[in-house]
């Protein structure tokens, strides 16, 4: 199957800096990734749709100038936590969905990135 | 909008006993339902999936089968192993003019004892 692979999959960082957590799709070219976002104990929240050369796609409710997203190739996909504050402290995990298809929607996933911002 | 609710863990269960994890869903229309597991430091992996009422999904000896009328898709093993030990999550698909998206579920941690 598909390997996707996520760096770093741990980075502490100080309030106020910015980090970018990189996502690739090692054996698939990816038009569309996905980047979901998971607090302890709580289910996976799809923060947005990365979209290869064009804008992503975000979900209500997530701040589109604090997470920058950027699909500059067809097996690579960064998030940026601009200005990080102990709030955005999470694992982020991307996703490649590999069999598009009305109602067959499979994802396959990177390890996740916990992010801890001090 | 679509919700999914599962079975709170954490799970503990002696090795070949008998495993059920509850899931119930809220949508509107047909969903595609999904169970993916996480292993200790993998990414979520697809464990077995129904796209269509009454559908079972099966792999690695888990199944779930798709009931509509009771929209649920319960996640059983006959025999669990100390190898099962991971978080499973329950999940929802339903398309969305191809910009698809899945609904999760909290997650149940389940550790198998030897």
């Known amino acids: 199957g598909a390997v996707v692979s996520q760096h770093p999959s741990w980075v502490i960082c100080k309030s106020g800096t910015s980090v970018k957590i990189e996502c690739r799709s090692l054996d698939f070219q990816a038009t569309t990734m996905f980047w979901y976002r998971q607090f302890p104990k709580q289910s996976l929240m799809l923060m947005a749709t990365?979209?290869?050369?064009?804008?992503?796609?975000?979900e209500q409710g997530v701040e589109k100038d604090k997470f920058l997203i950027n699909h500059a190739s067809l097996t690579l996909s960064t998030l940026t936590v601009t200005s990080a504050h102990p709030e955005d402290s999470s694992f982020y995990i991307c996703?490649?969905?590999?069999?598009?298809?009305?109602?067959?929607?499979?994802?396959?996933f990177g390890a996740g990135s916990r992010l801890t911002v001090l | 909008g679509n919700s999914v609710t599962q079975m709170e863990g954490p799970v503990t269960l002696s090795e070949e006993a008998f495993l059920t994890i509850n899931c119930t869903y809220t949508?509107?229309?047909?969903?595609?339902l999904f169970w993916y597991v996480q292993y200790p430091g993998e990414g979520l992996q697809l464990l077995l999936k129904?796209?269509?009422?009454?559908d079972k999904g099966s792999n690695k000896g888990f199944e779930a089968t798709y009931r509509k009328e009771t929209t649920s898709f319960h996640l059983e093993k006959g025999s669990v192993q100390v190898s099962d030990s991971a978080v499973y999550f329950c999940a929802l698909s339903q398309t969305n003019f191809g910009n698809e998206k899945l609904t999760f579920g909290t997650g149940t941690r389940l550790t198998i004892i030897p």
């Open positions: 996703s490649v969905n590999r069999e598009a298809g009305f109602g067959a929607n499979v994802l396959t």
């Open positions: 990365s979209n290869e050369g064009s804008k992503a796609t975000y």
């Open positions: 949508a509107t229309g047909y969903p595609s």
């Open positions: 129904a796209t269509k009422a009454d």
